[in-house]
């Protein structure tokens, strides 16, 4: 069964940095695309950006690029999404997901739980 | 970056009724890569459609969708009381990826 599993609630200040996981399990990790998606409280969805576990082949939203840097451990199955310096903008659930398909134009099949992130001095 | 404009806001209905969602984009949708999610408060939004019109695995067939280039919709033959919801669209034929912002359906 494949599964992405993250990690749970985040409180942090503004200017402190976070890297948030996401683990799968019940396929070959390396070969599929994970995305990041944030959805800020009562908003919708946004496509953050997305790596390839096998060779960190990364792309970037340009509305997010700068502002967060997505990684992956293919060692450990797990991607990450990370920043430097909170501001309390980036309060928000953020979830990854997979993409169906072993090439870019595929749609999101499984997501995570989603981790939420809460930034406030 | 395309733009995917979703109507309307919120559709207000009753189970056994008949809803349609549309999705507009900015520009062509390259391909019919369009998909639509289902997300219920609380959860991760599921897959429902890819590719514009196929349904994703085990999504109930009174859920159907189709378009092309700029217009799509989903249609949900007749509401159960679990897809109650908001839905999404997004396009994944040109980067960056976008989702329109959403159709509250509603009891």
Known sequence: EVQLVQSGAEVKKPGESLKIPCKGSGYSFSSYWIGWVRQMPGKGLEWMGIIYPGDSDTK???????????SAD?????????????????SAMYYCARLQGRWLRSPFD???????VTVSS | EIVLTQS???????????????CRASQSVSSNYLAWYQQKPGQAPRLLIYGASSRATGIPDRFSASGSGTDFTLTISRLEPED???????QYGSSPWTFGQGTKVEI
Not at chain 1, 60 to 70: D, E, K, L
Not at chain 1, 82 to 90: T, Y
Not at chain 2, 84 to 90: D, G, H, K, P
């Open chain 1, 60 to 70: 970037y939203s340009p509305s997010f690029q700068g502002q967060v840097t997505i």
């Open chain 1, 74 to 90: 293919k060692s450990i199955s797990t991607a990450y999404l990370q920043w430097s310096s909170l501001k309390a903008s980036d």
């Open chain 1, 110 to 116: 499984y997501w995570g739980q989603g981790s939420l």
């Open chain 2, 8 to 22: 309307p806001g919120t559709l207000s209905l009753s189970p056994g009724e008949r809803a349609t969602l549309s």
């Open chain 2, 84 to 90: 109650f919801a908001v839905y999404y669209c997004q």
